[in-house]
């Protein structure tokens, strides 16, 4: 009979043990997840509704927590110690099913939960008055992995969702550390830096060996709505952006790969531009919240690069510069170096421009020179206003004639020597008007006319009444002209009628024969013709 009383003293309380366990289990344990957990957010700012699925002596999973519209998890996995669970802190968070939204639709990234406890942290270094919520502290935890997660970024026109995963780690102050993948359509973009709610500071970079340059460009011109190109297309990217309180900075590094700008201009023109090779690097630097007035310090280097414009024939290979904008910039002069330029069938070489940028946005060109045809080609003080004709006037000194000859004579006129030249111009792309220019010879040189038939004509009909006279000067002005050494070879430019008009004077002696001395007079119609051939241009202005 004692033995069986002892029986059912040792079964009871084996069943108040495990009643006892059950609801520890089944019932505290829960609670007390719930509790710190919710605990942990409100203390950080954050309150949020959540399910616990289970609890467990080692680890809980959380499910549907909503921190806020903008932070959405499906599944948290909790791992911890009982003792440690009791004095707030956990081991590491794994995460599954993250939605973060990053909203870049008003000048700065928008990361709603992340802001929230830069605002908590941002509180200042004071006592709180009994209005005020005190700093949270460091969170408390080692570790969050997260998985089958993503990023919603949303801009003005569009959302783009990135398939995200990674882990945070928290160092001892607080500060979380990422590592993370974002996948893409083109290559997995990866992402380091740091989230340090302490001191308001954000500090992350991405890198990709083929980023999808569209949707990078879409972040950019939400935070710098004065970036509006489209581009299209693939580069390797190297992308750092930092926030620091109020001020906000971001990096760009490109290296084009088929990397295609479409460019607005003024009267609905596009201009359109394929970058090929080399390194294209924007920094910009900007103000959260400012005023509208206000422009971001905007900074472009360039180097090595390859452009090209198929629309007009035209390409820039090995373009280096360092180009700046915003307050300021007014005084600065700024210089683009080019190492080869080409616009239809003009070539030239060893590019230097230097412009300024004025109070009205125009760009002002204060010197720009150039190789062509073994000599200089320049211009200067030239105010280029967007959507208007731009007026300029072109020098070059001692360009080779051979080569001038080859590209505008037709096979018809050939030759050697030097000239300069003098021509004004106005341009309204793809269209050019001409003023009154000049063309002389710079010492003296040699000319072959292949028709030289033709002006022979003309020069003994003028010059001789008598037939057998001017058979005889004929032949003598042809044997000249067909190898001439010339002293005097000039051209006077004039517009007339829409067109380009040249008053051609060559004064020399024949190099065979009687070397007849020949003192001539041409006149030449249509000679812009041959400009936008060899330009490459369609369509004119009337003269100036």
């Keep these: 009979m004692r033995l069986s009383r ?16 059950a609801v520890g ?11 710190q957990v919710a605990k942990r957010l409100n203390d950080a700012g954050l309150p949020a509704t959540f399910d616990v699925s289970s609890a467990g002596f080692f680890s809980s999973d959380i499910a549907n927590l909503k921190a806020s519209d903008d932070a959405v998890i499906k599944q948290l996995a909790i791992e911890y110690s009982v003792i440690g669970l009791a004095q707030g802190r956990i081991n590491g968070l794994r995460i599954s099913g993250l939605s973060l939204l990053i909203d870049f639709q008003h000048g700065r990234a928008d990361v709603g939960v992340i802001d929230q406890l830069l605002a908590r942290r941002n509180t200042g270094t004071t006592q709180p008055t009994s209005r005020e919520t005190p700093p949270a502290d460091p969170l408390p935890l080692d570790r969050i992995t997260l998985t089958d997660s993503v990023i919603i970024a949303k801009t003005p026109q569009q959302e783009i969702r990135l398939p995200l995963a990674g882990t945070l780690t928290v160092q001892a102050d607080g500060a979380l550390v990422l590592d993370a993948n974002i996948q893409t359509t083109t290559s997995p973009i990866h992402i380091t830096g740091t989230i340090d709610s302490a001191s308001s500071r954000i500090d992350l970079r991405a890198t990709s060996t083929s980023l999808d340059v569209p949707a990078l460009l879409s972040v950019a011109q939400a935070l710098l709505p004065a970036m509006n190109a489209r581009l299209t297309g693939t580069a390797a990217a190297d992308v ?5 309180g109020q001020n906000n900075s971001i990096s760009i590094r490109l290296e084009p790969k088929a990397l295609i700008a479409r460019i607005p201009q003024a009267k609905e023109k596009v201009t359109k531009l394929q970058f090929d090779s080399g390194v294209l690097v924007v920094d910009a630097v900007w103000t959260a919240n400012a005023a509208p007035t206000s422009r971001p310090s905007i900074k472009l280097t360039a180097a090595g690069l390859s452009v090209a414009n198929d629309d007009n024939d035209a390409r820039i290979d090995g373009l280096t510069a360092t180009l700046a904008y915003g307050l300021g910039m007014e005084s600065e002069t ?5 190492d080869r330029a080409q616009i239809g069938k003009m070539q030239v070489s060893s590019g230097l421009v230097k412009f300024t940028i004025d109070e009205q946005r125009n760009l002002v060109i204060e010197d720009t020179r150039w190789t062509w045809l073994g000599g200089t080609l320049s211009t200067a003080n030239v105010s280029i206003k967007p959507g208007q004709p731009t007026d300029l006037t072109v020098n070059a000194r001692e360009i080779e004639l051979k080569p001038l000859l080859e590209a505008f004579g037709s096979g018809h006129v050939s030759g050697e020597g030097k000239i300069d030249l003098n021509v004004p111009l106005r341009i309204d792309w793809p269209r050019l008007g001409f003023g009154r220019g000049s063309v002389k010879n710079v010492g003296a040189g040699r000319i072959q006319l292949a028709d030289a038939a033709t002006v022979a004509d003309t020069v003994a009909a003028q010059a001789a009444s008598n037939p057998g006279e001017q058979e005889k000067l004929k032949r003598d002005v042809i044997e000249s002209l067909k190898d001439l050494d010339y002293e005097v070879l000039t051209l006077a430019l004039r517009p007339e009628k829409g067109s380009l008009m040249a008053d051609a004077h060559i004064a020399g002696r024949g190099r065979q024969g009687a070397k007849k001395a020949v003192d001539l007079e041409l006149h030449l119609s249509n000679v812009d013709d041959l400009i936008e051939f060899y330009l490459g241009v369609a369509g004119r202005l009337s003269g100036q």
């Design 6 to 21: 002892r029986r059912k003293w040792i079964l009871g309380l084996l069943v108040f043990g495990g009643v006892l366990f």
């Design 25 to 35: 289990y089944f019932v505290a344990l829960p609670r007390i997840v719930r509790w």
């Design 240 to 244: 750092r952006y930092v926030v620091d």
């Design 334 to 338: 700024q210089l683009l170096k080019i």
